[in-house]
């Protein structure tokens, strides 16, 4: 089995920045693509950004485009997500995911897509 366990989420004021990491462990697999997502009280949980196995290629909804930057480390098997300028509709449980590709170049931004779960770290971002 796959764990992932997030952390670095807190209560932050509207405008600053929070650094989110996710380390995984057990199986391990040759290449995987790894996704943040996030869910908002009474919201469905929605894709954040999405990084390749290579790191090369990334992809990140409309909504957090140019605010957040996603990066991975594969030799400590860690993915982070660094989030500036966070306004107070970014307040949710933040969630990483990992897929195992054959691919070093894919990045998938469906939750679907995604085979492993961490539990999530809250993020509150007050006004």
């Known amino acids: 089995q796959v764990q992932l366990v997030e952390s670095g989420g807190g209560l932050v004021q509207a405008g600053g920045s929070l650094r989110l990491s996710c380390a995984a462990s057990?199986?391990?697999?040759?290449?995987?693509?790894m996704g943040w997502f996030r869910q908002a009280p009474g919201k469905e949980r929605e894709f954040v950004a999405g990084?390749?196995?290579?790191?090369?290629?990334?992809y990140y909804a409309d909504s957090v485009k140019g605010r957040f930057t996603i990066s991975r480390d594969n030799a400590k098997n860690t993915v982070y997500l660094q989030m500036n300028s966070l306004k107070p509709e970014d307040t949710a449980v933040y969630y990483c995911?990992?897929?195992?590709?054959?691919?070093?170049?894919?990045?998938?931004?469906?939750?679907?897509?995604?085979?492993?779960w961490g539990q999530g770290t809250q993020v509150t971002v007050s006004s």
């Open positions: 995911a990992l897929r195992p590709s054959l691919s070093e170049r894919s990045v998938w931004f469906q939750s679907s897509e995604y085979k492993y």
């Open positions: 057990g199986r391990t697999f040759s290449r995987y693509a």
């Open positions: 990084i390749s196995w290579s790191g090369s290629f990334t």
